[in-house]
């Protein structure tokens, strides 16, 4: 009777397990076989998941690697054209300045004797000393002219400095207007790795309740903790997609900013 028994049991579990690896959508492991039906679907759907886990896993590692190196290569291009922004016609500028600065010294004494003069005159007439402030003017009035040549060789040279400075600001204003965009593409990128690190709390978390549950035998935690898994790298790929984008699109921007460069 109880080898009766035995046979009936073996036939069923074989009958059983047919079933089993015959749902749709969902392939049976041979060793999954001999458990109960939720579990053994629980245990097809972790062999599935964990595959496509890991190759997900493998994916974002090589794109992770390739946008670290886009990003670097973004990062040091801005910093060359932000600095070569601030250098434009800079030499030129320090020319001008220096020019300015050496024409106001090389007048200051005789701008400065006029200035006397005037206010010496000033003082003789209110004190009623006509010859002095006649005297006074009479050299003052002599000196005139090479005043206002001076005057005029001064008030070039700054107008020339100021020239040149304005030139600069706007041929650097082209630059980094340009930049903007950049900015805003940081930012955007700012937002994505918030999503990443937010999926990772979770991942992360679904990942010790897998642990446990694998530990504890329960396939059909296990399995749910592992779709909860699979979902949020999903959804980190997805973010590393759009950064990627989103550095291309920084690349482009700084093409646009170098080739406006003087």
């Known amino acids: 009777m109880l080898q009766n028994f035995a046979r009936r049991s073996i036939i069923a579990l074989c009958i059983f397990g047919a079933l089993l690896a ?53 990062d040091d291009r801005q910093k060359s054209v932000a600095a070569k922004a601030k250098l434009i016609d800079k030499a030129k500028i320090e020319q001008l300045n220096s020019a300015s600065v050496q024409v106001s010294g090389k007048h200051a004494a005789l701008l ?30 002599k000196l005139k002219p090479s005043v206002e040549a ?20 706007a041929k650097g204003k082209l630059v980094t207007d340009a930049l903007i ?15 990443i690190a937010a999926a990772n709390r979770t991942r992360t978390a679904a990942s010790k309740r897998y ?7 329960a396939a059909i935690t296990a399995a749910t903790e592992m779709a909860l898994m699979y979902n949020e ?10 950064i990627y984008g989103y550095e291309k699109q920084i690349a482009a921007a700084l093409s646009t900013a170098e080739a406006k460069l003087p």
Do not use: M
Not at 47 to 59: F, I, P, R, S, V
Not at 181 to 195: D, F, G, I
Not at 211 to 217: E, P
Not at 233 to 242: F, Q, R, V
């Open 22 to 74: 015959a749902l749709p959508g969902l392939a049976i492991p041979a060793h999954a076989a001999a458990f109960e039906p939720e579990f053994a679907a629980a245990i097809g759907s972790i062999d599935q998941l964990y595959d496509g886990y890991t190759a997900l896993e493998t994916a974002i590692k090589l794109q992770k690697s390739q946008i670290q190196e886009l990003r670097s290569r973004n």
């Open 112 to 141: 400065q004797q006029y200035s006397d003069l005037g206010k010496r005159a000033a003082a003789a007439r209110k004190s009623k000393d006509k010859k002095s402030a006649d005297l006074l003017d009479l050299q003052r009035n």
């Open 150 to 169: 001076a005057r005029l060789e001064i008030k070039n040279a700054k107008e020339a400095l100021a020239a040149a400075k304005k030139s600069a600001s």
């Open 181 to 195: 965009p950049v900015q805003n593409l940081r930012k955007q990128v700012t937002a994505e790795n918030k999503k």
């Open 211 to 217: 642990r446990l549950a694998v530990k504890q035998g």
């Open 233 to 242: 790298l999903g959804k980190i790929n997805a973010c590393w997609k759009t």
